[in-house]
């Protein structure tokens, strides 16, 4: 099975990953496309969700609460954190776009612990990861620090002609505090948009190792192994990041072979 999940180039509905199509246990992604006035309907019975609006800007409405007017850039490109709402299993959700609005939603595995909420873009820590040509930004969505039962978000802007998630990395195995066991999904982004960028998944052994050309708004599917991005000059690279696993802690391995490019930066 490949790990590209191609775009629908049409439709309101631009890719989907659960854990049936994935044959994983924990991430559930969709993203989908909104014309002005336009609704999808959220609902997981037992996952958590968090819905990110990546662009435009949207009313999340549920039987109990209401937030209005969502949205805090035209593009992904965009030097800003977005909007996201936080739901536990259960709560459905009516999400309608104010204008041509791009959203992002990711489940995984809850209980019910925690109510619904929005999540601001002031709440969202950002920085900057990396030098040189591995210079990245980070704005972390969801990360650990924040209420949650399963589900990790984050999002990463790469300029055109740097690597990122590199060195690679890997968090397949439940060894806390050395490494963590996260499934992980990226959806991608490109500007300008007829680009692409490059995207390998191998582990240590070789029983995975794929190298894909990733195309605007595709999604790859990181069941386990090392995962680097790279992204060729002239183009800009975002995507999506969604971790979920047995426990929701991020601790991850760099490749050994490749651990040496830290110590330059």
Not at 123 to 145: A, E, F, H, W
Not at 156 to 172: E, F, I, L, N
Request: glycine share 6%.
């Amino acid at each position: 099975m490949s790990l590209l999940v191609k775009a629908q180039r049409e439709g309101q509905t631009i890719a989907r990953v659960t854990p049936e199509t994935a044959s994983w246990r924990y991430v559930g992604f969709a993203a989908y496309r909104l014309n002005t006035s336009e609704v999808v309907h959220v609902f997981e019975p037992t996952r958590e969700v968090c819905i990110v609006v990546l662009a435009g800007a949207v009313d999340v409405e549920t039987a109990d609460q209401k937030w209005s007017s969502l949205g805090s850039r035209d593009s992904v490109f965009e030097d800003a954190a977005p909007y996201a709402v936080y739901l536990p299993p259960g709560v459905r959700a009516t999400v309608r776009a104010l204008r041509d609005a791009e959203v992002g939603v990711a489940s995984a595995p809850a209980k019910g612990e925690f109510a619904a909420r929005l999540i601001e873009p002031s709440q969202m820590k950002r920085s900057t990861r990396g030098k040189g040509l591995n210079t990245r930004y980070v704005c972390d969505i969801l990360p650990q620090t924040e209420a949650a039962e399963s589900l990790l978000v984050v999002e990463v802007r790469t300029p055109g002609g740097h690597a990122s998630s590199y060195p690679p990395h890997k968090h397949d195995t439940d060894n806390v505090p050395l490494e963590s066991s996260l499934e992980e999904t990226y959806y991608h982004r490109l500007d300008p948009a007829q680009g692409f960028a490059f995207q390998r998944v191998y582990t240590d052994s070789r029983d995975i190792d794929e190298s894909m050309a990733v195309e605007d708004h595709d999604v790859v599917m990181v069941p386990r192994g090392y995962h680097p991005v790279v992204v060729p000059y002239g183009y800009d690279s975002y995507y999506l990041n969604v971790m979920a696993g047995k426990q929701r802690v991020w601790h991850f391995k760099n490749d050994p072979a490749h651990e040496w490019i830290i110590h330059k930066e």
